[in-house]
């Protein structure tokens, strides 16, 4: 397995987020696998990635900190020399009524969804303007293109994610670096069956017309392939993986 450079992947100790560190780690990158709670689950992940012939670390850090966002990248960057591949997937959800959420609600969700991704992108940016190249890959969803009832501020920090992805694009494609999102549609992981019904995951698999939900390796097969060479003229995409849902 050949040596690609260094790949961060924020939460990445369960779900999409694993599932997309594995697969990078399988293409060649040693992968910085970001964790806020789960580090059972996150050093799980790195051993299985080294147990198949790949490398990487474990690495805490709550996105919502700048603070400790930067703190992460100059550990990335002392470690590795280098960061060729961003992946912004941590996040959370939340099911409520619009009048039902509160202050508090709405911080944390814009803290981790939104500001977590400029958390990340501001501190690893200066590094990828210096080598000339990177790839940043933003995990935003299907809400935030289209809105879900009872999901408005995922939605709108979601949609948050597009028009970052989108304006970032210009403006450092100069530098070779590419931004890119992925919108992915209902994929089975914690996020889905912590917040709904087993009736209502299973009519959301019944409205996506693959007729099925998605894996979280769907999705890392999308950000597999923006983090390639194959990929080097795309920017600024939203790459909706969602079994034709939207
Ligand atoms: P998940 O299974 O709930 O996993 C969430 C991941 O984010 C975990 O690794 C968690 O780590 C991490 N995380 C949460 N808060 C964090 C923080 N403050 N700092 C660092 N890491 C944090 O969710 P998922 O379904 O894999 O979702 C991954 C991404 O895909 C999210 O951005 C989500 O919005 C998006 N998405 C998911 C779906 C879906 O249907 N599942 C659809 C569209 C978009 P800890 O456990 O260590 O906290």
């Given at each position: 397995m050949s040596n690609k450079g260094c790949a961060v992947v924020t939460?990445?100790?369960?779900?999409i987020g694993a599932a997309i560190a594995k697969a990078l780690a399988n293409d060649g990158y040693t992968v910085l696998?970001?964790?806020?709670?789960s580090e059972k689950k996150a050093i799980q992940v790195l051993d299985d990635i080294i147990a198949n012939g790949g490398d990487g670390c474990a690495y805490k850090c709550d996105v919502s900190s700048y603070k400790e966002v930067s703190d992460m990248i100059a550990y990335a960057k002392n470690t590795c020399?280098?960061?060729?591949v961003l992946v912004n997937n941590a996040g959370i959800s939340q099911q409520k009524l619009f009048t039902d959420i509160t202050e508090e609600d709405w911080n944390k969700m814009v803290g981790i969804n939104l500001s977590g991704v400029f958390n990340c992108c501001r501190s690893v940016l200066p590094h990828m303007i210096r080598q000339k190249s990177g790839r940043i890959i933003n995990i935003s969803s299907v809400w935030g293109v289209y809105g879900a009832s009872c999901e408005v501020h995922y939605s709108a920090v979601k949609a948050g994610v597009i028009g970052l992805t989108k304006a970032l694009a210009k403006e450092v494609a100069p530098s070779g670096i590419t931004v890119n999102a992925v919108a992915p549609g209902c994929i089975l992981t914690d996020m889905l069956t912590g917040e709904l019904d087993s009736d209502t995951i299973s009519s959301l698999a019944r409205e996506t017309p693959l007729g099925r939900l998605g894996t979280p390796e769907d999705v890392a097969g999308a950000v597999s392939f923006l983090a390639s060479?194959?990929?080097?003229?795309?920017?600024?995409q939203i790459l909706g993986v969602d079994g034709g849902f939207c």
């Open positions: 939460g990445a100790s369960r779900g696998i970001n964790f806020s709670a020399g280098r960061i060729d060479e194959n990929a080097g003229f795309i920017t600024g």
